[in-house]
């Protein structure tokens, strides 16, 4: 069992991998969508999951500028609890290496989207209400 407070030594050698829904969501809802994305164990290095044939998706209506601003604010959600590093990141420039657009799919279960790699769930109206955001 991994211990939350204790990460794996071998995180300390990978780069910080950041997974913004390319949707848009209430604030709240947003920060959650995206920290438990980016906290899932989700390998990405398995490329592409592809989409079978008439299978529904959501357009991106993220701009990639805006997603990057995100990133920041993400961090400060993820690292909240954790006063040192809290505290760092006003300070903190950040680099992105590498973006790019990942299928991640959700299955819509009653009247929520279900992610299928870290099982949270999003209401679908918050979808829909996202759409004019």
């Given at each position: 069992m991994i211990s939350y407070q204790n990460p794996p030594e071998a995180w300390s050698r990978e780069a910080v991998q950041i997974l913004i829904p390319a949707f848009k969501l209430s604030?709240?809802?947003?920060?959650?969508?995206?920290?438990n994305m980016s906290?899932?164990?989700?390998d990405l290095s398995q490329g592409d999951q592809g989409l079978k044939p008439g299978q529904r998706t959501e357009?991106?209506?993220l701009p990639l500028e805006e997603a990057a601003q995100a990133v920041k604010v993400i961090l400060s959600y993820l690292l909240k609890r954790h006063r040192k590093l809290y505290s760092l990141?006003?300070?903190t420039r950040l680099r992105l290496?590498?973006?790019?657009?990942?299928?991640?799919?959700?299955?819509?279960q009653g009247r929520e989207f279900v992610d299928l790699y870290s099982g949270q769930a999003i209401p679908a109206?918050?979808?829909?209400?996202g759409k004019s955001i």
């Open positions: 604030p709240r809802l947003f920060l959650r969508v995206a920290g906290l899932a164990p989700i357009p991106v209506r990141i006003p300070k290496r590498h973006t790019g657009l990942v299928y991640l799919p959700f299955k819509l109206n918050a979808i829909k209400l």
